[in-house]
């Protein structure tokens, strides 16, 4: 899947003061609107739920997420409605979190028909976040339709990669957040204190992968946990190095399958 990551070279890890984490590349295809934004702002891979929870900078047009300043956004959706109208095409996009419109402006030398967009097909939009009658929408400079299902997929790991980086910090080489946050499990200590030292008497003789494995999971809140997917990407394992690690750890009887097989979750004692 990492060919769906070289759409955009990567900035991710902190080096851009602007919080954008990623830069829009030359390989970015598909239909583009008439007014194309330029291409070395900062490109960020969001959700629409996040983009509707964007929350405006004062004085300008610019939105923070994550606290982060936002310039520009991709995002993947499903087409549930689209339509042409005398300067920019319509459509209302849904990725499963919400449901957002996206408009995207053309001229007669870029016009770009509804009909190259078939309903319920997914595709990647690039743009930026704009407000209309006083709701979030996106303003597209390009939009183009999504051939492999894996891409979508790839995108909601990196949007919630990108999520938790903003929102937790980097994981250091143990595979810690680098913020404390609230401990999903019974002991009163925030995340970055228990499970930063390992301390739960539950992981006995765990190997180094799964205390990895059960860290990252301490820092996930809600009920659901996190799939494994995702785990193995953020903490950089192979997937037999993430399966070995949740066997181990479920063996201890420390984790638990949630929603699906593949999604995990800390046992908590009452």
Same mark, same amino acid.
């Given at each position: 899947?990492?060919?769906?990551?070289?759409?955009y070279?990567?900035?991710?890890?902190?080096?851009?003061?602007?919080?954008?984490?990623?830069?829009?590349?030359?390989?970015?295809?598909?239909?583009?609107?008439?007014?194309?934004?330029?291409?070395?702002?900062?490109?960020?891979?969001?959700?629409?739920?996040?983009?509707?929870?964007?929350?405006?900078?004062?004085?300008?047009?610019?939105?923070?997420?994550?606290?982060?300043?936002?310039?520009?956004?991709?995002?993947?959706?499903?087409?549930?409605?689209?339509?042409?109208?005398?300067?920019?095409?319509?459509?209302?996009?849904?990725?499963?979190?919400?449901?957002?419109e996206?408009?995207?402006?053309?001229?007669?030398?870029?016009?770009?028909?509804?009909?190259?967009?078939e309903? %319920?097909?997914?595709?990647?939009?690039?743009?930026?976040?704009? &407000?209309?009658?006083? $709701?979030? /929408?996106?303003?597209? #400079? *390009?939009?183009?339709?999504v051939?492999?299902?894996?891409?979508?997929?790839y995108h909601?790991?990196?949007?919630?990669?990108?999520?938790?980086?903003?929102?937790?910090?980097?994981?250091?080489?143990?595979?810690?957040?680098?913020?404390?946050?609230?401990?999903?499990?019974?002991?009163?200590?925030?995340?970055?204190?228990?499970?930063?030292?390992?301390?739960?008497?539950?992981?006995?003789n765990?190997?180094?992968?799964?205390?990895?494995?059960?860290?990252?999971?301490?820092?996930?809140?809600?009920?659901e946990?996190?799939?494994? %997917?995702?785990?193995?990407?953020?903490?950089?394992?192979?997937? &037999?190095?993430?399966? $070995?690690? /949740?066997?181990?750890? #479920? *063996?201890?009887?420390?984790?638990?399958?949630?929603?699906?097989?593949?999604?995990?979750?800390?046992?908590?004692?009452?």
């Open positions: 899947m990492s060919a769906y990551g070289n759409q070279k990567s900035g991710f890890g902190g080096q851009n003061d602007d919080g954008g984490g990623f830069f829009a590349g030359s390989s970015q295809q598909g239909s583009q609107g008439a007014g194309q934004v330029k291409q070395e702002k900062s490109l960020r891979p969001v959700t629409i739920k996040q983009v509707l929870g964007a929350e405006p900078i004062p004085g300008g047009e610019h939105f923070k997420i994550d606290g982060a300043n936002i310039d520009q956004i991709t995002i993947v959706g499903q087409v549930r409605s689209i339509s042409a109208r005398p300067t920019h095409l319509l459509a209302q996009l849904d990725d499963g979190t919400a449901q957002v996206v408009r995207m402006f053309t001229n007669e030398e870029a016009k770009v028909s509804e009909d190259s967009y309903p %319920n097909s997914f595709v990647r939009v690039f743009g930026i976040i704009r &407000s209309f009658n006083e $709701k979030p /929408s996106i303003t597209a #400079y *390009s939009m183009r339709a051939s492999d299902y894996n891409e979508v997929n909601l790991l990196e949007a919630t990669h990108t999520h938790l980086y903003f929102t937790k910090g980097p994981l250091d080489e143990e595979g810690r957040a680098g913020k404390e946050e609230p401990s999903m499990f019974v002991g009163g200590a925030g995340g970055g204190a228990s499970a930063g030292n390992n301390s739960d008497s539950r992981l006995g765990c190997s180094q992968n799964a205390r990895k494995f059960f860290n990252f999971l301490s820092n996930v809140q809600g009920n946990g996190a799939n494994i %997917n995702a785990i193995a990407n953020q903490l950089q394992f192979t997937m &037999s190095d993430a399966l $070995k690690a /949740s066997e181990e750890l #479920y *063996s201890q009887g420390v984790i638990y399958n949630t929603i699906d097989d593949e999604t995990w979750a800390i046992l908590e004692y009452d």
